[in-house]
């Protein structure tokens, strides 16, 4: 199914990484933190390859690396004159900031401080001033001018999710994922929740150059319900066990060794992806069921990772500026013994969908371009009935402007894909604004 089928346990005895590592889709994941685990190290391997990062010397003020400036656990950092997460500048993977310009340094969470071998007072949200290089100063709670990479915290930064009053596609609720910081929540992206089936909609957030580079050796951590499944154990019922136990109810019990095996199951798929996330503190806040939805796993580590890692590096190096929409739609459908094709919900009642098409759709407001990607998730169609399950012309294929893109648009256990303009794409699902594109694709 997969090409090359290595195991995990002979990539961990690699004591050095070689240059290229095999490919996620080549790797036969027996679980969705295996993949996790291995992804990071792939993706943080594969950005060593094109990107080179510099600091320069000829500037006044402070250069921080994304990659090497930046301690754990990591506190939350704001510009304080903006009051907007810290960014790199660019696509550099460095952060730079005058002489004298101010960042709040925020350990957000009940007994959470700040935490340097220079610090003064406890404190858990304070001011740091850049001097030079990576040396900044804090009137009253930092002893002389230190290191920024050892400001850290004592405990991993809380992150939150809150429902807020504004409405989304068919009057479902908007949840907002990030920080709060001096009372002000700062937002990383924004979720459309349908409460009454547990259903992520969609998930939106900005994605710039700035993105170019993600910190890497972040501790993945657990994944969270929040406030938005009461009285449901949402992280069971994505378990291999429940999965189990809802195809024998759903397709019969002789049909689920079928469908369900040690590499082929449906995993906590992440719709704003960690790495489109700079900091460890974003990466993190990834981690809410209100970001995921059941995803088959070789899709997961084929085309959709594959996705999400080139229209990264792509936004990158086109300097777009790009709000993305990612989602789900539909229900994915599988035969019973009867032969007759069944809806899939992990949880009774129509809960827990297994979406039938995962899509991202990219719009750059200033060109006025946009492009909608879409996969089919189920590795159990055949290849006519997955064409006959694409609502649009393909507007990738033969396509030399979407050359980035290395999926496989056609092998199935990794995800059928298709590329449509964004009005073809709203006529069939109207998730998204309908963006002015007057311009055409975003390529």
């Given at each position: ?74 506190p939350v950092f704001i510009n304080r004159a903006r009051n907007v997460f810290v960014t790199p500048n660019g696509n550099t993977g460095n952060v730079r900031l ?288 997955a064409r006959n399950l694409q609502f649009c012309t393909d507007r990738c294929r033969n396509n030399a402007a979407f050359n980035w893109i290395n999926w496989q ?34 390529s």
């Open positions: 199914m997969f090409g090359l089928i290595i195991t995990l346990a002979v990539v961990s005895t690699v004591t050095a990484l070689p240059s290229r590592l095999p490919d996620p889709s080549e790797i036969a994941f027996t679980s969705d933190d295996q993949f996790e685990d291995y992804v990071d190290i792939w993706l943080a391997n594969e950005q060593l390859q094109w990107f080179n990062q510099t600091t320069s010397s000829e500037r006044s003020g402070c250069t921080l690396r994304v990659n090497g400036d930046f301690g754990q656990p990591q005058n002489a004298g310009e101010e960042v709040i340094v925020a350990c957000t969470g009940a007994n959470r401080l700040i935490r340097h071998p220079n610090i003064g007072p406890n404190v858990q949200t304070a001011t740091a001033r850049c001097v030079s290089n990576n040396l900044v100063s804090g009137a009253g709670w930092l002893n002389g001018n230190q290191a920024f990479g050892q400001l850290t915290c004592n405990n991993d930064a809380v992150y939150e999710t809150q429902q807020t009053a504004q409405r989304c596609f068919n009057n479902n609720v908007v949840v907002r994922s990030g920080f709060i910081v001096n009372n002000v929540f700062h937002v990383h992206y924004w979720s459309c929740f349908d409460v009454n089936r547990m259903e992520v909609l969609y998930v939106w957030y900005n994605q710039d150059n700035t993105n170019a580079i993600f910190q890497s050796g972040v501790d993945r951590p657990s994944w969270l319900a929040g406030p938005h499944f009461p009285g449901v154990n949402i992280n069971g019922i994505y378990t291999q066990n429940n999965q189990r136990t809802v195809f024998a109810n759903l397709l019969g019990a002789n049909m689920v060794d079928r469908y369900l095996t040690s590499t082929q199951f449906l995993a906590r798929g992440h719709l704003a992806a960690k790495t489109d996330y700079v900091f460890a503190t974003a990466q993190r806040a990834t981690f809410f069921f209100i970001n995921a939805a059941p995803q088959w796993q070789p899709f997961n580590a084929g085309n959709w990772m594959r996705l999400e890692s080139n229209l990264r590096r792509r936004i990158a190096a086109a300097n777009y500026n790009t709000v993305i929409y990612t989602g789900t739609f539909g229900v994915t459908q599988l035969r019973n013994s009867a032969g007759r094709l069944v809806d899939i919900f992990l949880h009774t009642n129509n809960r827990v969908p297994v979406p039938l098409y995962f899509y991202k759709v990219v719009y750059d407001a200033n060109r006025r371009q946009g492009t909608a990607f879409v996969s089919i998730n189920n590795p159990y169609y055949t290849l006519a009935e648009p056609d092998n199935i256990s990794v995800g059928y894909s298709f590329c449509c303009t964004i009005p073809d794409f709203r006529r069939r699902i109207a998730h998204v604004p309908n963006f002015n594109v007057a311009n055409g694709l975003l």
